[in-house]
């Protein structure tokens, strides 16, 4: 864990998340009929990731959803990519495939469980129509949504890409 925190301290990760922050917390309501590039981006990004829509049709505050989830959505393989190369989550992860690939029981229990998070992952990011949790009330707040926003975005892509860790532990017994 306290690895991750770090790899938050990298300019790219931090600078990305102050970025949405100001946008669910500054921008007017009406952003996107103001600027109609934004929205053109917005249209874009919810076409490949219906997402964007679901969370600008039940959001308190349409607009600032919907181009917050376009952003957050174009911003999130930065923070994956920054997951990836770390070099001491590498290390982490080079242990945790180790220690995956020793037992083929836990491959097989891994097995389904790799299923459900790419299912999972995928329900989030192209079939998500606007969930929020209690806890993280992003469709009702404007600071919930600064605050809490990228792990609605962000989460989805790093289930799919536990998946890929999972499919390296299997590969990696299959060759010894």
């Given amino acids: ?17 102050l970025l949405t922050i100001s946008i669910a917390w500054l921008v007017p309501p009406d952003i996107l009929e103001r600027y109609q590039l934004l929205e053109v981006l917005a249209n874009i990004t919810a076409q490949v990731f219906p997402m964007v829509d679901g969370y600008g049709q039940k959001s308190a505050f349409p607009g600032v959803s919907k181009l917050y989830f376009a952003l957050i959505l174009v911003i999130a393989p930065i923070w994956v990519w920054r997951l990836l190369v770390d070099a001491s989550l590498a290390a982490d992860r080079e242990a945790f495939v180790r220690h995956l690939s020793e037992s083929r029981l ?3 229990l891994l097995i389904p469980f790799a299923i459900v998070q790419l299912l999972v992952g995928v329900f989030l990011l192209f079939f998500n129509p606007g969930i929020q949790f209690n806890v993280m009330p992003i469709n009702d707040s404007r600071l919930a949504l600064g605050v809490f ?5 962000i989460v989805p892509f790093v289930l799919m890409g536990g998946v890929l860790i999972y499919l390296r532990a299997l590969i990696t017994r299959s060759r010894s």
């Fill in 1 to 17: 864990m306290k690895n991750i925190f770090r790899v938050y301290l990298h300019p790219s990760v931090w600078l990305t998340h």
């Fill in 149 to 153: 926003g990228p792990v609605y975005g």
């Fill in 106 to 108: 836990r491959l097989l």
